[in-house]
């Protein structure tokens, strides 16, 4: 488990690098955190970091955003949002099951606390608490 | 020539029917059947259980749409194929595929977006007699799902000009209501709660209000709605009332002076809002404020028609026969229809 601090976008844009340098095989990262934390915000740094040219806006009005990705052997970018799901859902309810098993994916997940039997194996988890105004703790498990 | 139309992006399902000839039609029948009272105790939409629900009312509703005659007088099926909730389209794009299909009847894929659009051909019949007088028009949509500028040259053809690059507006609205616990769907109650609240309580920031471009952002006014709230660690009734008042009056200020900008630049001839939030009073109000000021008309929608509907899906069906500018599938054609949950307006 590492923490970082950071105070502001510039720092969080440093902190995506060193999520995506840290990344290996890992193709599933689960984000948790208040609204208002900086979930969109740190899948927006990562996302322009991985070169993304597009603008990731908020996928909580269609629960998922696929964007077209060329880094490594990755080709698409997966961003879900859990925010509108009641926690009773699974995976194979909503679909998300094909994503994930696509080598090809990197998928980003809000909110992930809310999806029940999320797969360990290769599952990057990131925990963003608000410490004050544009202060936030970030836990990388 | 008579139009069937399914609408089910989200959490409404509707289906309307229009007839008519030249600029002449008239809307016969036009049912919605709205989920919000089951979303609510979710506090927003479950993209699940909204298709779930969809496919349980799909069919009385058509029955009680057709009637007898079932689809022995409709000459077009008009269907939404996106954008929106991938599962809650398809169930209206498997449904009218399969209703075209067997009935041999041609199938057009509509735009939600520029439905909304049209759903001012419906309340406006200056608009809808001498629609040639208005473009090109500067229209705002505002939504749950979106925030866009479009600047819609003639029938069919448009020029996207901006949108959010993070939140929707709506979206804004539903989280503050979400923060301050005040319930969903987050618009009507924080407009209700701003009424007796002061807009000059708290200063919040105008995001992107210069960005020199027609986009918009809204995530960093909902932060510092969460800011504000944690400055304050116990939190009056009036304060809640002026933080909704100093909110709105953000986020109306944002989306007016952007529009009236647009407005300017690209010399339109008229102005138009559409989507749910164009309900909004104080958006209303601002807009035609300003407008007037430039010489502009404004047109917005019935209230009725501001939310998710089949009649806009079908006026703007009947339009693009007319101007003959939609794809207009026909038999084995019609399964190349499918669900677009991120389908562009400007894109054919």
Aim: hydrophobic share 40%; net charge neutral.
């Amino acid at each position: 488990m590492r923490e970082y601090i950071s105070n502001n976008l510039q720092e969080t844009n440093e902190l995506a690098k060193k999520i995506i340098a840290d990344l290996q095989d890992k193709r599933l990262i689960a984000l948790s955190g208040n609204l208002g934390a900086g979930k969109t915000a740190l899948v927006k740094a990562i996302a322009e970091n991985l070169g993304i040219k597009e603008a990731i806006t908020s996928p909580t009005f269609v629960l998922l955003k696929v964007y077209n990705l060329n880094f490594k052997n990755l080709k698409k970018l997966v961003h879900i949002d859990c925010y509108r799901l009641d926690g009773e859902e699974d995976l194979q309810d909503l679909g998300l099951e094909d994503y994930i098993a696509d080598p090809e994916a990197l998928v980003l997940i809000e909110w992930a606390e809310k999806i029940k039997n999320l797969p360990e194996a290769n599952l990057l988890k990131i925990k963003i608490e608000i410490l004050g105004n544009k202060e936030r703790k970030i836990i990388i498990s | 020539m008579r139009i069937l139309a399914l609408e089910s992006s989200c959490d409404e399902t509707a289906l309307a029917i229009i007839s008519g000839s030249g600029s002449d039609w008239v809307l016969e029948k036009d049912i919605v059947y709205s989920q919000i009272a089951i979303h609510q105790k979710y506090g927003g939409v479950v993209p699940e259980v909204a298709a779930r629900k969809h496919a349980e009312t799909i069919f009385p509703l058509l029955t009680e749409t057709l009637g007898e005659e079932k689809l022995a007088t409709i000459d077009y099926l008009a269907v939404t194929a996106g954008p929106g909730l991938v599962a809650s389209l398809l169930l209206g794009v498997t449904a009218a595929r399969s209703l075209a299909y067997a009935a041999a009847k041609p199938l057009l894929p509509v735009n939600h977006m520029e439905g909304h659009i049209y759903s001012n051909w419906l309340s406006n019949s200056e608009l809808k007699n001498n629609d040639q007088k208005y473009f090109p028009s500067l229209a705002l949509v505002v939504s749950g799902g979106h925030t866009e500028l479009v600047l819609m040259k003639n029938h069919g053809d448009y020029q996207l000009l901006g949108t959010t690059q993070d939140d929707a507006v709506g979206e804004a609205f539903d989280k503050v209501a979400k923060i301050l616990n005040l319930g969903y769907p987050g618009g009507p109650i924080v407009s209700k709660e701003a009424l007796e609240g002061d807009d000059q309580a708290y200063k919040l920031p105008r995001p992107m209000l210069n960005s020199g471009d027609y986009n918009f952002s809204f995530s960093g006014l909902k932060t510092a709605v969460l800011y504000t709230l944690e400055r304050e660690k116990n939190i009056s009734q009036a304060a809640v009332k002026n933080i909704c008042a100093s909110f709105q009056a953000a986020a109306v200020e944002l989306l007016v002076k952007k529009t009236i900008k647009a407005a300017q630049e690209f010399q339109v001839k008229s102005i138009m809002i559409a989507g749910g939030v164009s309900a909004n009073q104080l958006l209303r109000e601002e807009l035609k404020k300003e407008s007037t000021k430039i010489s502009l008309p404004l047109f917005y929608p019935e209230l009725k028609y501001t939310g998710d509907n089949a009649a806009m899906i079908a006026v703007a069906a009947y339009y693009g026969l007319q101007n003959k500018n939609k794809k207009i599938l026909k038999g084995e054609e019609i399964f190349s229809a499918k669900p677009l949950s991120n389908w562009q307006i400007f894109l054919k």
